[in-house]
């Protein structure tokens, strides 16, 4: 099953913009990756998924135009452009493998991000 | 507006069961995996286990950390799932999120999650 990695921290001034990373780990560069956002104290909420050709389907609810993904290679990115206060999260990436019985949904590790 | 509200945390021993409800209202309950995803304190997102709909003839499907130990069901007509816990252990301690993921297109998921239930596993 793929792993996903993620920086642990990233900041971003008011009004700027930031990417966020998930690295897929090798032999699984053809994975879909899914961003959610967890502010304190809530549960996580959908952002939206991201293969190697950008964003598949629709973002979650209420997920803003400033949010925007890509992908390339291992990488998928979430980009968060003028940022806002309430941006202030941590961020979650997200993968399915297997089907059936063979089914798992892995997670990396999150980035929380901090606006300054 | 879509609400999933987890109930039924709380403090139990070493070796003790609990079982989580997870109600679902907004959404199509019944055409959706319910999923149960856990978080240690100051840590990232874990799998549990899901329960399929009943169009997948209501499968489940666990992480290997739990199987043997805990259970999931779903009840459509109350627009609820379970999460039965058993043999608990000092690293079971965690907010327990529920969280329903449907297809509403072939590239398009819906996916929804609680606000989260704390146990706690300690003597």
């Known amino acids: 099953q793929p792993v996903l990695t993620q920086p642990p921290s990233a900041s971003a001034s008011l009004g700027a913009s930031v990417t966020l990373t998930c690295t897929l780990s090798?032999?699984?560069?053809?994975?879909?990756v899914d961003w959610y956002q967890q502010r304190p104290g809530k549960g996580p909420r959908f952002v939206m998924r991201v293969g190697t050709g950008g964003i598949v389907g629709s973002k979650g609810d209420g997920i803003p135009d400033r949010f925007s993904v890509l992908g390339s290679g291992l990488n998928r990115y979430l980009t968060i452009n003028n940022i806002q206060e309430e941006d202030e999260s941590d961020y979650h990436c997200?993968?399915?493998?297997?089907?059936?019985?063979?089914?798992?949904?892995?997670f990396g590790g999150g980035t929380t991000l901090t606006v300054l | 507006e879509v609400h999933l509200v987890e109930s039924g945390g709380g403090l139990v021993q070493p070796g003790g069961s609990l079982k989580l409800s997870c109600g679902g209202s907004?959404?199509?309950?019944?055409?959706?995996?319910m999923h149960w995803v856990r978080q240690a304190s100051g840590k990232g997102l874990e799998w549990v286990g899901r329960i399929r709909s009943k169009a997948n003839n209501y499968a489940t499907t666990y992480a290997a950390s739990v199987k043997g130990r805990f259970t999931i069901s779903r009840d459509d007509s109350k627009n609820t799932a379970y999460l039965q816990m058993n043999s608990l252990k000092t690293e079971d301690t965690a907010v327990y999120y529920c969280?329903?993921?449907?297809?509403?297109?072939?590239?398009?998921?819906?996916?929804?999650w609680g606000q989260g239930s704390l146990v706690t596993v300690s003597s």
């Open positions: 997200g993968a399915d493998h297997g089907s059936g019985s063979s089914f798992v949904w892995v």
């Open positions: 090798s032999d699984y560069s053809e994975y879909n």
């Open positions: 907004g959404f199509i309950f019944s055409g959706s995996a």
């Open positions: 969280a329903s993921r449907r297809w509403s297109t072939v590239t398009t998921l819906q996916n929804y």
